[in-house]
């Protein structure tokens, strides 16, 4: 129970203004008597192998909205009050033990008043916490978006200027992989299902005290987790001359090798044992990702979401399907990495050819005639090739054309905005950024009011459901990402001018290439299904070639 408190008490001070001294607290634990000295090292060790294995069940990361910030500081009160007394009463057993029940119950009731009003103080300074970022964010957003060019970092939680050199990248670099934060979340996922399980069995009699353990694959093939590849291999062998139906009378001959046939076939395979180690068949099965590799090509697939953002990991996929367990800080971390990589694929696949003065991009693929020379008209060409090569790829699968004329508006308000007054901003945002947003918050609402558990199987209402849930998020991240290349302070003015101008014309060509999206019904769906089953198909072929 103290090292859950410690973990909520680090996951808080990682987020305060302040934290460093509570970070300098935690460090001299071991010798203050909160904590032993064994149990010190113990988490210091936890968190080498795996820092985001225990949760924070407070709400500590700083929210961009004032309603989530409310939410989070009602949470955390609520969190706090109700399991102090249990922290409180937790503290009893280890002093008695330690001391006896004449000696240990002084001790017992300090330890137990110290620790229940630590836990509830940490709660209430989070609920502060939360409280004052949402109405700090909600005041100088206005300011910022009016007066300055910074935007809001998910990473660090405060308003900076987006620039490539920038300390954000630094500060992910000491962070965990990636591909290791989906591993934590697919672990967790599995931990919380089997505790459902466990939970949940129903025991055929009452003289029935327990069930036949579960049999893993290693138990199957009767070796241990840490086995090495050859000792699978002979232990395949041998158990397969055991079991195979020829040689074996037994009713269950072919289930049993069958079963062992299934997990040699696991076991071997070094990615397959991996997923196995974190999260059992699910995690070698891993339909969650099947489901999110869907949302992906009904965003347009792998060839726009390097630059539009990764749909799998959006509020849809997370929410609706059965997502990652992912907490928090590890969401910030690889929503700010799909962000970052936003930004360099719009730098580097689709504004490096523009130059200043070009012939504007057409949604047919036709340049103007222009007067600014040979060198412009050649330049226009080929940038325009370019984009319309990209574009042609991807233009007709799922929603595409409705997500290229979203996320080309978006450019257009980051262009006004790069290049207008205060007064204009204002103008933009009073007249243009809010009704937008509203309308989109106002969507959202109408469609999950509207959606069902029992409409899981409607593709239309699910179709809804994941536009309104998604289209957000990759605004937000096209906007950062736009943002990031226009006002880069480490380029010359004459090279953000050279972007801002590319972005423009990319903007107009991806709102002349797209079209709106109007709602799912029979016919579109249709349609959708049709396009993801090209696409799908387009993939399997290129596995095979790959292959």
Known sequence: MRRFMLCQYLALANQLPF????????????????????EAEYVRKLEELDPTSPKAIFSTRAPRTLIRGIGGACWNVGVGTCLAPLVALSMFPHQIHQHGLVKG????????????ASFATLGYVAAIQQLSFGVVHQALAPVHFLFTKKVWNLYTCRFEHPSTAASWPDGLEHELPTETLRDYGMRRVSK????????????????????????????????????????????????????????????????DFDELTKAYRVLSNPQKRKKYDLAGDDGVEDTGAKKREGVRALFGGDLVYPLLGDVRLGAFSLRVIDGLDMTPDELAVVHMRMMLTSRDTLLSEY???YQVGAAPATAEGKAPSSSS??????????????IRGKVHKFINTGLAKETLQVIGKEYLRVCAHASGSPINRLHQGLTDVLPDRFWTRISQIKVLAKARPSM????????????????????????????????????????????????????????ASGSPYTGANKRTVDALMDSLRSYQQSKGREQQNSD
Do not use: C
């Open 19 to 38: 934290g460093e001294l509570m970070m300098k607290a935690h460090r001299s634990m071991g010798s203050t008597g909160l904590i032993t000295p064994a």
């Open 105 to 116: 119950i002084v001790p017992a009731l300090i330890m137990a008043n110290v620790w229940g």
């Open 192 to 255: 919380n299902k089997n505790s459902r399980e466990k939970n949940n069995t129903k025991y055929d009699s009452p003289n029935k005290k327990s069930q036949k353990p579960t049999r893993t694959h290693y138990d199957t093939m009767g070796i241990s987790s840490d086995a090495s590849e050859k000792e699978i291999k002979t232990a395949y062998k041998k158990m397969a001359v055991k079991l195979h139906p020829d040689r074996n009378p037994s009713k269950t001959a072919h289930e």
């Open 373 to 386: 020379g040979a060198v412009s008209a050649s330049s226009s060409s080929t940038w325009n090739g370019a």
């Open 351 to 353: 504004l490096q050819g």
């Open 456 to 511: 899981v199987s409607d593709t239309a209402v699910m179709v809804d459901l994941a536009w309104y849930l998604s289209i957000s998020e990759l605004k937000y991240t096209a906007r950062f990402a736009a943002m990031s290349a226009v006002h880069d302070v480490s380029v010359p003015p004459e090279e953000r001018q050279r972007r801002l101008e590319g972005l423009r014309e990319l903007g107009n060509f991806f709102v």
